[in-house]
Nanobody, 123 residues
C-alpha cells in the first residue's frame, strides 16, 4: 500500500504563490507516476499536473501551463507543485495521486490518493 500526505495549502491573495508537497510512504516511490488534481465542491476532480516516475516527463493542464511546476525528489519520496500567479477561480481542494500505468489526465489511472489540502485564493 502507498499512503500519500499533502501539505502546503492555505490562503493566498490573487497573484501570489504556494508550494504544495506530497509525501509518499513505502519504498516504491520510484515505481510511481505522480499527479496533482483539484476539486471544487459539486464539481469533478480535474487534472492539474503529472510527472513520470523518473521525473523526465511532465504534463500540465492548459490552464496552468507557464504558472505551475511539478517536480519530484525521489530521495525524499516527495512530489511538489509550485503554483505561481494564482487566481481566485483556482480555489479548490488539491489532491496528490499515484499510479503505475503512466502519467494520465484520467483519474482512473491513479490507484492511490491523498486526503487533499485546501487552497484558497482571495481576490
Amino acid at each position: 500500500q502507498v499512503q500519500l500526505v499533502e501539505s502546503g495549502g492555505g490562503t493566498v491573495q490573487a497573484g501570489g504563490s504556494l508550494r504544495l508537497s506530497c509525501a509518499a510512504s513505502g519504498r516504491t516511490f520510484t515505481s510511481l507516476d505522480m499527479g496533482w488534481f483539484r476539486q471544487v465542491p459539486g464539481k469533478e476532480r480535474n487534472f492539474v499536473a503529472g510527472i513520470s516516475r523518473s521525473g523526465a516527463n511532465r504534463f500540465y493542464a492548459d490552464s496552468v501551463k507557464g504558472r505551475f511546476t511539478i517536480s519530484r525528489d525521489n530521495a525524499k519520496n516527495t512530489v511538489y507543485l509550485q503554483m505561481n500567479s494564482l487566481k481566485p477561480e483556482e480555489t479548490a481542494v488539491y489532491y496528490c495521486a499515484a499510479g503505475r500505468v503512466g502519467v494520465s489526465y484520467n483519474r482512473a489511472a491513479y490507484s492511490y490518493w491523498g486526503q487533499g489540502t485546501q487552497v484558497t485564493v482571495s481576490s
